[in-house]
Nanobody
Framework: QGQLVESGGDLVQAGGSLRLSCTASGRIYQTGIMAWYRQTPGNQRDMVAMITRGGDTNYADSVKGRFTISRDNAKNMFYLQMTNLKPEDTAVYYC??????????WGQGTQVTVSS
């Protein structure tokens, strides 16, 4: 089975930027569509961005134009560049395969906190 490790979360002011990283070991993560998700307390985990192995991307409307997802297939790494951060972006961010469910393996996530 694979493993997911997210990093890069921090406390930033509104308007700031962060780059999240995800190390994904395991064939399922290397060959498939990958995504970044975020979750706030008491709410479900929502997908914010996805990327195919070939580099095609799609974003949630709430982050479109501000977030950029990328991947380095050779290093099995995935990234989420976040700019113009807003307080409503505050959440724990996770990476996983596209359409992952609560029954799939998840990493510990990385906390992003945006102060106003």
């Amino acid at each position: 089975q694979g493993q997911l490790v997210e990093s890069g979360g921090d406390l930033v002011q509104a308007g700031g930027s962060l780059r999240l990283s995800c190390t994904a070991s395991g064939r399922i993560y290397q060959t498939g569509i990958m995504a970044w998700y975020r979750q706030t307390p008491g709410n479900q985990r929502d997908m914010v961005a996805m990327i195919t192995r070939g580099g095609d991307t799609n974003y949630a409307d709430s982050v479109k134009g501000r977030f950029t997802i990328s991947r380095d297939n050779a290093k099995n790494m995935f990234y989420l560049q976040m700019t113009n951060l807003k307080p409503e972006d505050t959440a724990v961010y996770y990476c996983n395969k596209y359409r992952a469910t609560r029954y799939d393996r998840w990493g510990q996530g990385t906390q992003v906190t945006v102060s106003s």
